[in-house]
């Protein structure tokens, strides 16, 4: 898509513009903008400016009315911001149209959203999924003046200015890329497939930790199973799924999985981007939604995991909700949370607080799923013997002549590997 330009400026400078339609309260587009400006520090642009505007009625050419979109345009200039962030969805020609007017890069959500997602993924299946999700982002805006803050950062200039030869070699390439990289995921997730049906043919007990983004989903993790995933105060810190063991004080074991965070408004390329990663929670045995007990909206957050896991086909599965972060509120506020949320579990994973009762009803979740079977095997068959030991609890243990007889609390899939052996049950 044409030269590659380094540069060694600094951070470039954001002028951030929140939407407020007719179905935003004031509270509600505060808080918008508030989470914008997470993102884009993420994203790690410097903030200059910002400011919401309210749409009553959406403009076809700039999405806001052509005053509004001048008073923007001075007001990022008196910031001397590079570019502008919109905090919504552009149409490829809506973006076009602003970076004509300002003569600045002109970004939405969802390119604020790929582009932090592409500076996380560290696996070969999380960059090709995010590579994929850019290409066919990119592929209808092949006419803007630059890929987004090329002209700032570095990369790939775009095509103003080129004609319509240059667009269409443009845009083969775009889509050679996007045939590429689906024939390279498919790969990748064959893969990922394989390790599926391995974990199920030892079939330990499977919990999901999901949760809006920066909850505290991998701290989570590090502290019940010892884990060392990368923890940082940033969203998306997480893109790769982890998965630990975590010992129970029944003696069972837990395969706990750490998972992407979601967020309101999550792209649903993304959301088809990370699919096969993402259907790993409908496949789990029940969630840890964990919660940032400490934010200003926390139903909201609750509202958009729901929306997603609904998705991704997970939206029926149990789910242990845990608010995390506890250690930043008073009594009163610890209160209030429990009276509307009782089943919910309170904990700190900076401080260990309420840990061990978390731990507790994952055991007994976990034993819920449990069946007390006797049965008997041949003796030499050692090895369903030692896979009932280590996927349950054995209570009685006879040889008798040529066999064992066993008694065990042990998961359904358990007894179903045992019948498919051919062991008979009395």
């Known amino acids: 898509m044409g030269e590659t330009i380094s540069t060694s400026l600094p951070a470039v400078k954001a002028y951030l513009v929140g939407i407020r339609t007719?179905?935003?309260?004031?509270?509600?587009?505060?808080?918008?903008?508030?989470?914008?400006?997470n993102l884009v520090s993420t994203m790690g642009l410097r903030i200059t400016g910002s400011q919401t505007a309210v749409v009553k009625m959406p403009h076809p050419?700039?999405?806001?009315?052509?005053?509004?979109?001048?008073?923007?345009?001075?007001?990022?200039?008196?910031?001397?911001?590079?570019?502008?962030?919109?905090?919504?969805?552009?149409?490829?020609?809506?973006?076009?149209?602003?970076?004509?007017?300002?003569?600045?890069?002109?970004?939405?959500?969802?390119?604020?959203?790929?582009?932090?997602?592409?500076?996380?993924?560290?696996?070969?299946?999380?960059?090709?999924?995010?590579?994929?999700?850019?290409?066919?982002?990119?592929?209808?805006?092949?006419?803007?003046?630059?890929?987004h803050l090329s002209r700032q950062r570095g990369g790939q200039r775009g095509t103003r200015g080129e004609g319509e030869a240059q667009l269409e070699v443009d845009r083969r390439l775009v889509l050679k890329r996007i045939a590429r990289i689906k024939k390279e995921l498919k790969k990748v997730e064959s893969h990922r497939e394989t390790q599926r049906k391995q974990r199920l043919r030892e079939p330990l007990p499977t919990a999901s930790i999901?949760?809006?983004?920066?909850?505290?989903?991998?701290?989570?993790?590090?502290?019940?199973t010892g884990a060392t995933v990368g923890v940082?105060?940033?969203?998306?810190?997480?893109?790769?799924?982890?998965?630990?063991?975590?010992?129970?004080?029944?003696?069972?074991?837990?395969?706990?999985?750490?998972?992407?965070?979601?967020?309101?408004?999550?792209?649903?390329?993304?959301i088809e981007a990370f699919k096969a990663t993402l259907e790993e929670t409908a496949l789990a045995d029940f969630l840890i939604q964990v919660v940032d007990a400490s934010s200003r909206e926390i139903e909201v957050h609750m509202k958009s995991t729901a929306s997603v896991l609904e998705m991704v086909g997970a939206g029926d599965e149990p789910v242990v909700t845990v608010f995390n972060k506890i250690d930043l509120l008073s009594e009163n506020e610890r209160s209030t949370l429990s009276v509307i949320h009782p089943e919910a579990f309170f904990l700190s994973v900076k401080s260990g607080e309420?840990?061990?009762?978390?731990?507790?009803?994952?055991?007994?979740?976990?034993?819920?799923?449990?069946?007390?079977?006797?049965?008997?095997?041949?003796?030499?068959?050692?090895?369903?013997?030692?896979?009932?030991?280590?996927?349950?609890?054995?209570?009685?243990?006879?040889?008798?002549?040529?066999?064992?007889?066993?008694?065990?609390?042990?998961?359904?899939?358990?007894?179903?590997?045992?019948?498919?052996?051919?062991?008979?049950?009395?």
């Open 232 to 270: 940082e105060n940033k969203l998306f810190a997480t893109l790769d799924p982890t998965t630990r063991r975590l010992p129970l004080p029944s003696g069972r074991e837990l395969l706990v999985t750490d998972t992407v965070g979601f967020i309101r408004r999550l792209p649903h390329d993304l």
């Open 61 to 147: 050419a700039l999405l806001v009315g052509k005053g509004k979109a001048e008073e923007i345009k001075e007001k990022a200039a008196d910031a001397d911001a590079d570019c502008i962030v919109i905090d919504t969805d552009l149409t490829p020609s809506q973006q076009r149209n602003w970076e004509h007017l300002t003569g600045l890069a002109v970004i939405d959500r969802h390119e604020v959203i790929l582009d932090i997602f592409a500076q996380r993924a560290s696996t070969r299946e999380a960059s090709l999924q995010i590579s994929l999700a850019q290409q066919e982002y990119s592929l209808p805006r092949l006419r803007r003046a630059w890929t």
């Open 354 to 426: 309420g840990v061990e009762k978390l731990v507790a009803e994952l055991d007994k979740m976990v034993r819920a799923g449990f069946i007390t079977e006797r049965f008997s095997v041949p003796s030499s068959r050692t090895d369903l013997v030692a896979m009932v030991h280590r996927e349950g609890v054995v209570l009685e243990e006879k040889y008798v002549d040529s066999r064992i007889d066993i008694k065990a609390e042990m998961p359904l899939r358990v007894k179903n590997n045992l019948i498919n052996e051919h062991i008979a049950f009395t």
């Open 22 to 37: 007719t179905d935003i309260s004031k509270t509600d587009a505060v808080n918008l903008l508030r989470e914008l400006e």
């Open 210 to 224: 999901v949760g809006y983004t920066n909850a505290g989903k991998s701290s989570l993790l590090n502290l019940l």
